[in-house]
């Protein structure tokens, strides 16, 4: 898709509400593509109306006779929780994979790290293995494709009622904007995530390209943000 406009359309589509959308959107940089467009539907409009912009909606779709240059499907019901290990979005093992073979993909991850870093840094993940689980240092939700209403509401769903220690481990939530910081503070959202001894930050997407909670020298840090390539966090190679 380098270079093409991608479009978003079927009936899976409709499964999905506007903030995940979003979150897939902002992610299809990674694909080199030159830009995206999507369906709408009734819960595009709802969104508009929500956001006070009803006036603004426009309703999108393919036309009668379309003609693409190639097609890519996706079967959304298919699709498991996954995690994207350095360096680079595409190098994905489901969550599953990485309970069942940790040892073995931190190893192929750390093979890989060597190419990508042209030898120049002693790059160590399986020293994170501790009783067969991995230890992870730094947490971050935040940006564009973390930072939405909904996956910051959801995290605190999961949160609640734990707490994650004042110890070696830190977890920071960006919200994407400043109006989703707002409702969260009004719906009580933030002062959950702040009970659990989550860190609730500014609407910043720093994280993203280095200029927040950059984690320390030897530090793993595990996120739901975009873009994971060599020298995001941290002193340049």
Same mark, same amino acid.
């Given at each position: 898709?380098?270079?093409? %406009? $991608?479009?978003?359309?079927? @009936?899976?589509v409709?499964?999905?509400?506007?903030?995940?959308?979003?979150? %897939?959107? %902002?992610? *299809?940089?990674?694909?080199?593509?030159?830009?995206s467009?999507?369906? *709408? /539907?009734?819960?595009?409009?709802?969104? &508009?109306?929500?956001?006070?912009?009803?006036?603004?909606?426009?309703?999108l779709n !393919?036309g009668?006779?379309?003609?693409? /240059?190639g $097609?890519?499907? =996706?079967e959304?019901?298919?699709?498991?929780? $996954?995690?994207?290990?350095?360096?680079? @979005?595409?190098? =994905?093992?489901?969550?599953?994979?990485?309970?069942?073979? #940790?040892?073995?993909i931190?190893?192929? =991850?750390?093979?890989?790290?060597?190419?990508?870093?042209?030898?120049?840094v002693?790059?160590?993940?399986k020293?994170?293995?501790?009783?067969g689980?991995?230890? %992870?240092?730094?947490?971050?939700i935040?940006? +564009?494709?973390?930072?939405?209403?909904?996956?910051?509401?959801?995290?605190?769903?999961?949160?609640?009622?734990?707490?994650?220690? +004042?110890?070696?481990?830190?977890?920071?939530?960006?919200?994407a904007?400043?109006?989703? &910081?707002?409702? #969260?503070?009004?719906?009580? =959202? #933030?002062?959950?995530? $702040?009970? *659990?001894?989550?860190?609730?930050?500014?609407?910043?997407?720093? !994280?993203?390209?280095?200029?927040?909670?950059? @984690?320390?020298?030897?530090?793993?840090?595990?996120?739901?943000?975009?873009?994971n390539?060599?020298?995001?966090?941290?002193?340049k190679?």
């Amino acid at each position: 898709v380098k270079n093409k %406009v $991608m479009e978003f359309v079927g @009936p899976g589509v409709s499964s999905l509400s506007a903030d995940y959308r979003i979150g %897939v959107d %902002v992610m *299809t940089t990674e694909t080199t593509c030159l830009s995206s467009i999507w369906r *709408t /539907d009734s819960i595009i409009r709802d969104y &508009y109306e929500e956001h006070g912009r009803p006036e603004e909606y426009r309703e999108l779709n !393919p036309g009668e006779i379309a003609y693409y /240059d190639g $097609m890519i499907t =996706v079967e959304l019901d298919k699709i498991r929780p $996954m995690i994207a290990m350095p360096f680079h @979005p595409s190098n =994905v093992y489901t969550i599953e994979e990485c309970n069942a073979n #940790l040892e073995d993909i931190l190893d192929d =991850v750390e093979k890989r790290a060597q190419v990508s870093l042209d030898g120049k840094v002693d790059f160590h993940l399986k020293n994170k293995i501790h009783n067969g689980k991995l230890l %992870v240092d730094q947490g971050i939700i935040a940006g +564009c494709a973390g930072g939405g209403f909904e996956n910051i509401c959801d995290a605190a769903d999961i949160l609640r009622g734990q707490y994650i220690g +004042c110890d070696d481990f830190t977890l920071s939530i960006y919200p994407a904007s400043a109006p989703i &910081y707002t409702e #969260l503070a009004r719906n009580g =959202v #933030l002062a959950d995530l $702040m009970e *659990t001894g989550a860190v609730v930050k500014t609407a910043f997407c720093g !994280p993203c390209f280095g200029a927040g909670d950059t @984690p320390a020298n030897g530090d793993l840090s595990i996120r739901h943000s975009t873009r994971n390539f060599p020298n995001r966090e941290g002193s340049k190679v």
